[in-house]
C-alpha cells in the first residue's frame, strides 16, 4: 500500500486511471475560479473552496486514496457551488442567505 492517493492511483490502475482523475482536479479547479459577474457571498465561497483544494491537493501527498473520502465529497461540493454561482447571475432566487 502506498500513502500517496496519486501514486496508488497510478499504481493501481496506471495511465488509464490516473489522466482521467488528473482531468477531474484540472476541471475542479477551473470551476471553483472566482469570477466578477458573481455576487460577494459566491466568491467568498469560491476563495475558501479554493484554498481548502490546495490544501487537499498537499494532503493526498500523505493519505492513501481508500481513507479520502472527503477528497470525493469535496468535489462534489465545488462542483455544486459553482452550478448555484453561474446560476444566481440569471436568476436571483438562488441567491445563498446569511
Known sequence: MVHNTYLEILTGGGLLS?????????????KIKTKSNYDKSMCDLMVCLKASFVALLITTFFISEDKAKFYWFFMALSSSAFYIAS???????????R
Do not use: M
Open 18 to 30: 490516473f489522466i482521467p482523475f488528473v482531468f477531474i482536479l484540472i476541471n475542479t479547479w477551473n
Open 87 to 97: 446560476f444566481n447571475k440569471y436568476d436571483k432566487s438562488l441567491i445563498l442567505k
